[in-house]
């Protein structure tokens, strides 16, 4: 009997698995609003109305979608261990666009579909509901505190960052590059310290003493 149980379990939870990665698919291809349940069950090999045992309506699927992506997004800067922040915020970005090029589904159920799953400026932000803005935000606040970057709304900084880098994404993926991906990735760094260096502290100017008329 328990082996019975723990067979329908599994199957349970690879069905709904096998639901999600479908979902993201069909996002990939049709986006949200042309989303279809009934493409999601016959690409898993079930009805449509067998998805609704694992999520009550398209809306909980598309939710869940969204924030599996942000898990694999944070995951992704988690995995960054750098004390530095402009280090961490270089290796951020190049983490930001090689997930847009290796896991284009998530990227877009991350950053360019509404799944409500996403944070929305600027109560989700200054809620502290995305973690990823949040570690971009007390790099920030570090950095000025060391005088490496000019001072300012640390969650205003961390998106003017952000809209640069994913800029280059979506640029990329509408096919405004024609370079392999190695050049590509070497562009975008370039591309990250000059955003850093137009966020370094501005030197003040010296004047020159003006000569005294004799």
């Not at 690879?14 to 349940?37: D, M, P, Q, W, Y």
């Not at 944070?74 to 995995?79: D, G």
């Not at 284009?104 to 995305?130: I, K, M, N, W």
């Not at 003017?160 to 190695?182: D, T």
Request: contains cysteine; glycine residues 4%; hydrophobic residues 45%.
């Amino acid at each position: 009997m328990l082996r019975a149980r723990l067979h329908v379990y599994t199957v349970y939870v690879e069905t709904k698995e096998r639901i999600l990665e479908e979902a993201l698919a069909e996002l990939e291809r049709n986006g949200v609003h042309n989303f279809s349940l009934r493409a999601v069950g016959a690409a898993v090999g079930i009805t449509p109305m067998a998805i609704y045992r694992h999520y009550r309506d398209k809306d909980a699927l598309l939710q869940a979608v969204g924030e599996e992506a942000f898990a694999q997004w944070q995951r992704r800067i988690a995995a960054i261990r750098s004390s530095d922040p402009q280090h961490w915020f270089r290796r951020s970005a190049r983490a930001y666009v090689e997930f847009a090029l290796d896991e284009p589904a998530r990227f877009d159920a991350c950053f360019v579909l509404s799944t409500h799953a996403e944070r929305v400026y600027p109560q989700g932000f200054r809620a502290g509901q995305s973690p990823v803005v949040t570690l971009a935000m007390e790099r920030i606040v570090t950095a000025q505190a060391a005088r490496q970057l000019q001072q300012g709304d640390a969650l205003e900084i961390a998106l003017y960052v952000w809209a640069q880098i994913h800029g280059l994404a979506m640029l990329h993926r509408s096919g405004r590059f024609a370079l392999p991906r190695s050049e590509f990735l070497a562009l975008c760094d370039r591309c990250i310290d000059r955003i850093l260096g137009s966020l370094a502290p501005q030197k003040p100017t010296r004047r020159k003493p003006t000569r005294k008329s004799t």
